[in-house]
């Protein structure tokens, strides 16, 4: 079974993620994974904090001569900030007087409810793992998932699809996510010129009010055979997991299969997509008119692309905060405020690619299994000539 974890404060020396399940014999290149993590770190509306990152993979362990061994992976990117917080965060006793209080807690952050939880007297050390900078963690061995995930033919990018109020309307084809993937510079990562300007625009609207804006990405995964996930078991559902695996992202709030939601207000002719018989493409000859489903239907992939959109929330630190309580005096205070970005739809699409990717890893791994490599993709065959003999 694929398991994968992370450690790591967001401003203490470095996050760790381990990787275990994959099986050996899989070729990691390296220059990959931080393409991967360069492209997370890029956006219209970062912060200050990404002028000093500039992250990078240091593999430890699992990979020997570029290939998977079958041993658990573990992943180290350094914090280029951590010397500035060497003193106010370190390991050892160290001066208190140095410590950062987070002295009132954002409303909309994890600041209040993790300090009830964890009995902290302000929230420093609940913002420090709270933090999306986690999620670059999760990016790096979301990557080696993505790797593993195009040996099956599988690939998996994403798109913004909304920032604040500005959304694009139509459908985007994979053609158009590919040629994203290629852009030397990272907007707003929408395939339509024309709505990214305007999204920028959005973005230096809230800039200038102090404010933060949230919005809609879109995960597209390629290639997919049918028949991964199952209905047979709630918590093996495809899009279960795959709610699950982007709802955990920081600053999600919602998580749509296909068009789910706009499927809640429609008749059921207008929504589901009807079925044909054809000439045999992709991995049967089943064809279908259009893909409301998001290419799962009873918790299982149907061989059409799987499309998973995230809703994030806008930021919670705002440079004009809200209102919040002191956490040593109890008065009225505005929130704390420390340097944040404005808006991270981009750099949360490609976290939530990772996590498609570690996904769908997972359920490919649970259908195949295989130890090697060689024994995956002769199941992996396998299968797909059963489905063309269907
Ligand atoms: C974040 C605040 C900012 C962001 C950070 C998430 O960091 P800092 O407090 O150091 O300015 O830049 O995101 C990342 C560092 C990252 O790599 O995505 C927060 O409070 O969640």
Redesign the pocket.
Known sequence: MLRYFTAGE??GEALVAFLSGLPAGLKVDQSFVDRELWR??QGYG?????K??R?SAHILSGIRHSMTIGSPISVQLDNR?WKNWQEALPVGEGDPALHKRVASPRPG?ADLAGALKYNFPEARYV?ER????E??ARVAVGAIAKVFLRELGIEVLSHVVAVGNVAAQKEVPWEQIQALYNQEEILLNCADPETQQRMKDEVDKVLKTGDSLGGVFEVVAHGVPPGLGTYAQWDERLDALLAAAVMSL?AVKAVEIGSGIAAAASPGSAVHDEIGYGQPANFTAFTRTRNNAGGIEGGVSNGEEVRVRGYLKP?S?LRRPLQSVDFATREPVRAAY????VC?VP?AGVAAEAMAALTLARCALEKFGGDSMGETLRNFHGYRRQLENY
């Open positions: 967001s401003h997370r770190q970062r912060g200050g904090r990404m000093i990152e992250d900030d952050h913002l709270a933090s999306a900078r999620s670059a920081q930021i630190t420390e340097r944040s970005d991270v750099a």
